[in-house]
T-cell receptor, first 114, second 111 residues
Framework: EPEVTQTPSHQVTQMGQEVILRCVPI?????FYWYRQILGQKVEFLVS????????KSEIFDDQFSVERPDGSNFTLKIRSTKLEDSAMYFC????????????FGPGTRLTVL | QKEVEQNSGPLSVPEGAIASLNCTYS??????FFWYRQYSGKSPELIMF????GDKEDGRFTAQLNKASQYVSLLIRDSQPSDSATYLC???????????FGTGTKLQVIP
């Protein structure tokens, strides 16, 4: 069964450093998403991406975040200058269609900012 | 602010019993409703989705939707210890792609 994959599973970084989180969505899916979950809190939407551009973003997704689909398979989330409060699980998701289709989640990357 | 509310629990049920999980949402424009299961330290795993009022059954799981009351529920029949997890209610509003999650209800199935 096709699934979303994410690398690395755990990333430790120093405050102020840049990190790139990588995702490979399900191959025939067209819509891609990033969510995050701070420990003990709810899953929060960050951004959605379609046709090589951002289609929707939350207030969390400020100028320090960016997303890119550098090739036909990878989807990345970059955090330019990490802060302590960026420590969280970051989940990538993908869906085939836009509004009514289910989003399937990858296993997540645990980001720890020291 | 679109909200999805769930009782955090824990909800404890004996093995073999029916577990009933509830969720309310604030946005009347919501069109798609999802239940995800999340084990500790893992990602959300889709259990069911429902779009129309009424019941939808899939194996031991039944999702119920009442748009007039802005209420979604999940019934788990013949609960098993492996069902012990946090159950996330998630809602998508019409015209938007983002899914809004509740904080989740922790379910404990006691052997």
């Amino acid at each position: 069964e096709p699934e979303v994959t994410q690398t690395p599973s755990h990333q430790v970084t120093q405050m102020g450093q840049e990190v790139i989180l990588r995702c490979v969505p399900i191959s025939n899916h067209l819509y891609f998403y990033w969510y995050r979950q701070i420990l003990g809190q709810k899953v929060e939407f960050l951004v959605s991406f379609y046709n090589n551009e951002i289609s929707e973003k939350s207030e969390i997704f400020d100028d320090q975040f960016s997303v890119e689909r550098p090739d036909g398979s990878n989807f990345t989330l970059k955090i330019r200058s990490t802060k302590l409060e960026d420590s969280a699980m970051y989940f990538c998701a993908s869906s085939l269609e836009q509004y009514t289709d289910t989003q399937y989640f990858g296993p997540g990357t645990r980001l720890t900012v020291l | 602010q679109k909200e999805v509310e769930q009782n955090s629990g824990p909800l404890s049920v004996p093995e073999g019993a029916i577990a009933s999980l509830n969720c309310t949402y604030s946005d009347r424009g919501s069109q798609s409703f999802f239940w995800y299961r999340q084990y500790s330290g893992k990602s959300p795993e889709l259990i069911m989705f429902i779009y129309s009022n009424g019941d939808k059954e899939d194996g031991r799981f039944t999702a119920q939707l009442n748009k007039a009351s802005q209420y979604v529920s999940l019934l788990i029949r013949d609960s098993q210890p492996s069902d012990s997890a946090t159950y996330l209610c998630a809602v998508k509003s019409g015209g938007y792609q983002k899914v809004t999650f509740g904080t989740g209800t922790k379910l404990q199935v006691i052997p």
